[in-house]
């Protein structure tokens, strides 16, 4: 990679926030925080990530409000963001998925996968990279 | 109020059978009586079989009381020989014999064993019959004792106490009985009066006859005072039951009344100590007022005289001494009520006693059904949410000790390494733990959903035993697999099925020694698919063989290599019997077990949801089911897997529309709760659209309104929980389903049970 990929993680509880960078800087990526819906819509303005991994249950607006209105913004159209559900149950994945999400990862995430996981939702990314 | 435990509910639901058995006797009772006023032996030879049957006595006897002795008048059971010697040497009003005590006493007498009764004296009546353990009910009309119900057994077994009310019961309607003989032979003697007379009798058994003929209380109701309304010369009235914990009455349904009457009517509380009806109840006989405009009027006077009212009659409705409710009849002019029709209504109101009855059981049992789905409701909420609360700070305890076994940021000794592995395990157990804890919450509040799709049976196995495989190496375990060749797809939950599996599997792991083996078995027999995991554990004991499917109990004592959480066998079985299988074990103490899981294999059901349909359209007959509830629907379409009809879901009022437009089915099946357009609109549209008039609509509903549905067009009205003869029977009579059920794949008929509420 050129330059470090950049991740936004939108994750309210922070030990599993903590999880999430310490383990994608460790990978290489560049890390961007925030820890509520509102904020995670400014960090996506602000800070042009090329991917969003976003908690879905969050206080205030939710997870998928926050998706959506993202997707409403010009840089928010094509940026693939990803679903973290701590549901394993196939409803509620089908249920991201319907919602617009490009993805879903379910918690507990799996540490050694969670970077080859991100890499994959990238669009610049191919098999023999 | 407290909240209803499920016992209660357990116990209002036996009261109800009761109330609902001994009501149809009475019934029995009531339809002889209207049929043959002249003919009153055969009325109390229904008393008597009715007697016999309900309180499983071997002989069942009604006497008459005339000079002093008992003439035997009707009974059941006796032989030829004791009815020739009673007969000849006739019981007399004394404490000698069970009924003569019962005379003396005016109340019911039980003897646990009449060769222990020190005053027993007829001993060649108890040689004769056997007699052994007896009861008997003395039959009181206007305060005289006129005769006795009497019942035995031929062996020691004492009557109880529910037994005991309804002999009393019985022994209430023989008086009644007789009053009807006294009553007709009056009649008789007034030429003049009879036709009018029989007329009534006849409006006796138009209840008796409705009451039988359905349970819907409403329309009974309805027909009671219809009857009383008519015969007493009235123009109108209404029926009230009692509410004994707020001590008023609340009025039921009415007749000869406006709708808005009928509504200011429900709205208001009638007490009992300071109304008319109330003094009715509390005197125990009727009170009339000939003219509403000369006395001071309680709030339901009050009501009735503004809408233009003029004099009221009210009956009370009691069983025994309890107060049940109230017949109310009342006309627009003023005027006197006859003796004749207060001495009719009385009795009317008696014989409607265990209609209202049981209306009250109904409403109590259906309040306390709404109040323990509430209830159930809340805990699988808070489960719920419980569960999220703590499996994010285990998420955190996971993933940090995997970063650190990782060595993502440096290397560890031996030690910590062995602390980290404890670390992550006890987290990972935690985890399932509460993933279990969550899905049974799921299943016991019928919540749980069940997404049929066909999948493949090789792949499921497969990827169960791939769960498997590490932990299996790890003890040099072999795990086998043999599939029979004919097993191909299976049309089940693939999720749940998996889920089954995986963990069958890791108990079967889990409970080898190392170096045993474990195989999965997968074959069809009949028409189920058995999958068999079996190990060569330990074994399991048989008097464990039950218990290790309950919460938190593990099957062998010897310690496992590695804990379980106790509630996977328990799931398993909910899921399964969701899904319309059985789940059961084989094992032998030393010699391994082998747990089976047996699912039905059946046809396809083309359970696929309209917009998916479109495609498939115009092959086989469609049926619409328009249901908001997830499991009902998977139920109801279950039903009809298999039955060559094509299954189209709709999850609420206006979507159903659209597909029964779209597709004109052969039938529609219908829930009345659904969100917006509820079922009763859906009927009502369909019924007043010229192209969906035909089309026959059942309706599958928790809630028990048969007799509107069917006024509104309904062509049958089933009542949940539904089974799946129950609506195949409906299709077939409808001629959805050819006649003769041949063609139907019989044995899956219990395919997806009920969700796991009862």
Not at chain 1, 27 to 41: K, L, N, P, Q
Not at chain 2, 30 to 57: E, Q
Not at chain 2, 97 to 124: H, N, S, W
Request: aromatic content about 4%; some cysteine; charged content about 25%.
């Amino acid at each position: 990679m050129a330059s470090p990929s950049r991740v936004l993680v939108v994750e309210d509880n922070l030990l599993n926030l903590k999880l999430v960078r310490d383990v994608l800087l460790q990978a290489g990526f560049d890390v961007v925080e925030a820890r509520s819906g509102e904020d995670g819509i400014v960090r996506a303005q602000e800070d042009q990530p090329d991917i969003i991994l976003m908690d879905l249950q969050l206080p205030g607006i939710d997870g998928t409000e926050t998706m959506q209105t993202i997707r409403r913004t010009p840089m928010g159209s094509n940026i693939p963001i990803v679903a973290l559900t701590a549901f394993a149950m196939s409803e509620d994945r089908e249920r991201a998925l319907r919602n617009g999400f490009d993805g879903y990862l379910s918690k507990p995430i799996s540490v050694r996968d969670l970077p080859r996981q991100i890499t994959e939702f990238l669009p610049n990314w191919s098999a023999d990279d | 109020m407290s909240m209803p435990s499920a016992e209660d509910h357990r116990r209002l639901l036996r009261d109800y059978v009761d109330a609902t058995e001994q009501f149809k006797a009475t019934n029995e009772v009531l339809s002889a009586l209207g049929r043959s006023t002249s003919d009153p032996d055969a009325v109390l030879d229904t008393v008597v079989k009715s007697a016999r049957r309900l309180c499983r006595s071997h002989v069942a006897a009604i006497y008459l009381i005339e000079d002093g002795t008992f003439r035997l008048a009707s009974s059941v059971g006796l032989s030829r020989e004791f009815v020739r010697n009673i007969t000849d040497f006739p019981m007399e009003v004394n404490r000698g014999t069970v009924i003569g005590r019962a005379a003396v006493e005016r109340r019911v007498q039980k003897v646990p064993d009449v060769l222990t009764d020190t005053e027993f004296v007829r001993v060649d009546v108890q040689h004769l019959g056997g007699i052994r353990s007896s009861m008997s009910a003395p039959m009181l009309l206007d305060g005289e004792v006129v005769g006795g119900l009497s019942l035995y057994r031929t062996e020691v077994d004492p009557f109880d106490d529910r037994e005991e009310a309804l002999l009393e019961s019985f022994a209430a309607q023989a008086a009644i009985v007789v009053r009807n003989v006294h009553l007709v032979r009056a009649l008789e003697d007034r030429g003049a009066e009879l036709a009018r007379r029989l007329e009534q009798m006849e409006a006796l058994s138009e209840v008796g006859q409705t009451v039988g003929s359905s349970l819907v209380l409403d329309e009974v109701l309805y027909n009671i005072i219809k009857n009383a309304v008519r015969f007493a010369g009235c123009d109108g009235g209404s029926v009230m039951e009692y509410l004994e914990e707020e001590r008023c009455f609340s009025v039921r349904t009415a007749y000869g009344s406006s709708p808005e009457l009928l509504a200011r009517l429900r709205t208001i509380r009638i007490e009992l100590e300071t109304t008319l009806v109330g003094r009715a109840a509390r005197e125990a006989h009727p009170v009339f007022v000939p003219d509403l405009s000369q006395v001071e009027l309680d709030p339901h006077l009050r009501l009735l005289y503004d809408d233009g009212w003029r004099s009221v009659m009210a009956v009370p409705v009691l069983r025994g001494d309890r107060i049940i409710g109230a017949l109310v009849v009342r006309r627009r002019s003023p005027g006197a009520f006859s003796e004749e029709a207060a001495e009719f209504l009385q009795t009317f109101a008696s014989q409607s006693a265990t209609a209202v009855y049981n209306a009250q059981l109904f409403h109590e049992l259906e309040k306390k059904s709404a109040e323990l789905e509430v209830m159930s409701q809340h805990k699988s909420d808070f489960l719920a949410s419980m569960s999220h609360e703590l499996r994010t700070p285990l998420n955190a305890v996971i993933g940090f000790s995997e970063v650190l076994l990782e060595r993502l940021f440096g290397d560890l000794n031996e030690r910590q390494d062995e602390y980290l592995r404890d670390i992550l395990s006890s987290g990972q157990h935690l985890l399932a733990l509460l993933n279990e804890i969550l899905d049974l919450s799921k299943v016991e509040a019928g919540r749980m959903e069940v997404a049929l799709s066909t999948f493949s049976v090789a792949a499921t196995v497969e990827y169960a035993v791939s769960m498997v495989r590490e932990r299996a190496a790890r003890h040099s375990i072999t795990v086998s697999q043999s599939i029979a060749p004919s097993v191909d797809q299976l049309t089940s939950d693939e999720l749940r099925v998996r889920q089954v599996l995986v963990n069958l599997l890791s108990n079967a792991v889990k409970f080898t020694h190392d170096g045993g083996r474990v195989e999965v078995i997968a074959e069809p027999v009949r028409d189920e698919l058995l999958i068999t995991v079996r190990d060569t554990g330990q074994g399991i004991a048989m008097e464990d063989r039950e218990r290790i499917f309950e919460s938190f109990q593990q099957g062998p004592r010897e310690a496992p290599k590695e804990e379980g959480t106790g509630l996977g066998l328990t799931l398993c079985r909910k899921i399964v019997t969701l899904l319309g299988g059985r789940i059961w074990l084989e094992s032998e103490l030393g010699h391994g077990s082998a747990f089976h899981v047996a699912l039905p294999l059946g046809v396809p059901a083309d359970t696929v949801d309209a917009n998916a349909a479109e495609s498939a359209e115009g092959r086989e007959p469609v049926v619409v089911i328009i249901d908001d509830d997830r499991s009902s629907l998977d139920l109801l379409s279950a039903y009809l897997t298999g039955t060559g009809l094509r299954v189209v879901r709709a999850r609420d009022g206006d979507e159903g529309l659209s597909d029964i437009h779209r597709l004109h089915p052969a039938a529609v099946v219908l829930d009345i709760r659904l969100p917006g357009t509820d079922g009763w609109m859906v009927l009502e549209t369909l019924k007043a659209t010229p192209v969906t008039r035909e089309i026959p609509v059942i309706i599958v509903s928790i809630l028990d309104e048969a007799a509107r549905g069917l006024a509104a067009g309904a062509a049958d009205y089933l009542t949940k929980p539904v089974s799946r003869e129950d609506l195949t029977s409906v299709l077939r009579r409808l001629r959805v389903l050819p006649q003769a059920d041949t063609a139907l794949p019989s044995a899956h008929s219990g395919i997806v049970g009920r969700t796991a509420q009862d």
